[in-house]
């Protein structure tokens, strides 16, 4: 027992090796520089990172309240939760425990995605140890750290980063499974219980495994309360986990509405195109698909499309005798067709020829609370990775699986590989200036306690605004919150904007817009006055009260 728990531990840190050599292999160590943001007002792919880095800033700043994840220096004075800006709560909490010791500049995001790709290939290596020995551990590891899905998000949500959570719970799963279903399975209650502060997208995946836990206990054991804790206990462990953070019941609507149109495409497991023109594909075409489907990626790459398209080919030619495979994965299997029914959604596609399944309008509501059901594939995805490496590793004798495996991980390193060299060619892009890198934003916060947005805030500046006011201390009524109406903080830039028409302002504050018009009122209400600085920064349009 002691040296198979050492085989573990042993699979497990090679496997977090790899995952960390992959990662430096696509990204460098650039991201890894805490000091250095330039990136994150670049927009690294999108500029969606810019909202988690200003949700974490301003979080950071904000006063201990409850939920834990309340951030009452964002969207002021009413304040708003940061699992709605998927600033990662549990990590920002900890972080955020930790200020008064953390430089003035403080991004974490590169050493978060270095740590997801490190847990990722333990868990990869723990799944494929189980059925198989150390040099294929090691290489299956690899094949999840190179799932595409995995490199598309990093960076670009950093949240969605931690596919981990699913592998874990895989793995704990077929651990109780294959135990006979009699030591209570509480990593998937933690595993709950971090994926609601985590990602809740990651939530359905992870009690997707604690329900077929449950029907597995319910199956072998007859005890319908002991299969009813196996799937209550996690789900108690996530409300739980909701409610300290704020994820749930932290007053803000879950249902944003949208379902079907971030869905995933037919054709996404064979389609290389994604989110920032990467040639994800050496071979590979990249095929049609509708517009919100660009969050639909779930490209497997040559190898393992070559790797599973084999298992399936494999597995065809012996269903005769697979039976007991079918008796002990019959469950799984049909949570992968639903989970995949999911993220396709009711809006099917295939390129660009498709049809829409009509629903009830409360079942829609429900299915939107995760309208982008695209991610929902990634559940499918792992199960997929693990059915092939288990079928090889089942096949073949120990030398010529690691051989094999060792050939299908140099065909998806190459497929991927131009993709790689762009996305470590992105930390070496110019920084543009942005309102963050002006001298005349610096300092702000020295004389100043609050930036108050006037008007309606350009969008695509907004993000770039928060992080300034994060970065200097500054509470705003800025929201760049995914959901969410904030009344106090509307009726407070309401009330600044009638004060400053009449030529007055408060002191401790700075004031920001983005329309022009509302700028040129405040240049004829404060003619002459010296004791305010006009300015124009970044097209964006700046009121400072100095001491004149």
């Known amino acids: 027992m002691k040296r198979q728990i050492q085989k573990r531990w042993l699979a497990a840190l090679l496997g977090a090796l790899a995952g960390i050599l992959i990662f430096l292999w696509v990204y460098g160590a650039a991201p890894l520089n805490v000091s250095w943001d330039g990136w994150i007002a670049n927009g690294y792919d999108e500029i969606d990172v810019q909202q988690h880095y200003a ?91 190179c799932l595409p899905s995995l490199w598309e998000r990093a960076f670009r949500h950093t949240a969605l980063a931690s596919q981990w959570l699913i592998l874990f719970a895989l793995y ?15 990593q998937l209650a933690l595993l709950a219980f971090l994926s609601v502060g985590i990602h809740p997208y ?82 590979l075409p990249s095929l049609g698909q509708m517009p919100g489907q660009y ?28 039976g007991g495979w079918w008796r002990r994965n019959g469950p799984l299997f049909a949570a992968c067709v639903f989970m995949s029914a999911f993220a396709v959604s009711n809006v099917v596609y295939w390129g660009n020829q498709g049809f829409t399944i009509p629903l009830p309008e409360k079942l829609l509501e429900l299915c939107s609370i995760f309208r982008a059901s695209s991610r929902m594939f990634y559940f499918v995805a792992a199960c997929m990775v693990l059915f092939g490496v288990y079928t090889v590793a089942g096949a073949l004798p120990k030398k ?46 020295l004389t100043h306690t609050n930036m108050m947005a006037i008007g309606d805030i350009r969008w695509e500046l907004s993000r770039l605004l928060a992080i300034q006011a994060g970065k200097e201390g500054l509470s705003t009524n800025l929201s760049v919150a995914v959901s969410g109406y904030y009344v106090q903080a509307y009726e407070a830039a309401q009330q600044a904007a009638a004060q400053l028409q009449s030529g007055s302002c408060d002191p401790d504050t700075v004031y920001v817009t983005t329309d022009e018009s509302i700028y040129n009122t405040w240049q004829e209400a404060f003619a002459g006055d010296t004791g305010v600085e006009l300015f124009v920064v970044h097209s964006c349009y700046f009121l400072v009260p100095t001491e004149g």
């Open 172 to 186: 704990v799963y077929l651990e109780y499974r294959a135990g006979g279903c009699k030591k209570f399975p509480w």
């Open 400 to 445: 010529s699986a690691a051989v094999l495996l060792a050939v299908v991980l140099a065909v998806q390193l190459w497929d991927l590989s131009a993709a790689a060299a762009e996305k470590r060619a992105k930390w070496e892009e110019p920084q543009n200036a942005t309102v963050m890198t002006n001298p005349k934003t610096q300092g702000l916060g």
């Open 295 to 322: 969050d639909g990626f779930n490209y497997l790459g040559l190898g393992l499309l070559l790797l599973v398209g084999g298992a399936l080919a494999y597995a065809a030619l012996h269903i005769r005798t697979a």
């Open 55 to 145: 949700g974490w800033l301003l979080f950071r700043n904000s006063h201990w309240t409850f939920p834990l994840g309340k951030a009452d220096n964002l969207a002021a004075p009413d304040g708003t939760i940061i699992s709605y800006t998927d600033s990662i709560p549990w990590v920002s909490i900890a972080l955020k425990a930790l200020r008064r010791f953390l430089p003035p500049v403080f991004q974490w995001f590169g050493w978060y995605v270095l740590a997801c790709f490190a847990l990722q290939g333990a868990a990869g290596a723990l799944l494929v140890q189980r059925k198989a020995g150390l040099p294929v551990s090691v290489l299956g590891a690899a094949l999840f750290v």
């Open 202 to 283: 990651y939530l359905p995946p992870v009690m997707m495994f604690a329900l077929l836990a449950a029907v597995d206990c319910a199956r072998r054991t007859h005890r319908p309360l002991a299969a009813l804790g196996v799937f209550g206990v996690p789900a108690a462990a996530a409300l739980a986990g909701g409610w300290l953070c704020g994820a749930i019941g932290g007053g803000v609507v879950d249902n944003r509405g949208g379902y079907g149109a971030f869905s995933m495409n037919l054709n996404a497991p064979f389609n290389p195109i994604s989110r920032g023109g990467y040639t994800w594909s050496r071979i």
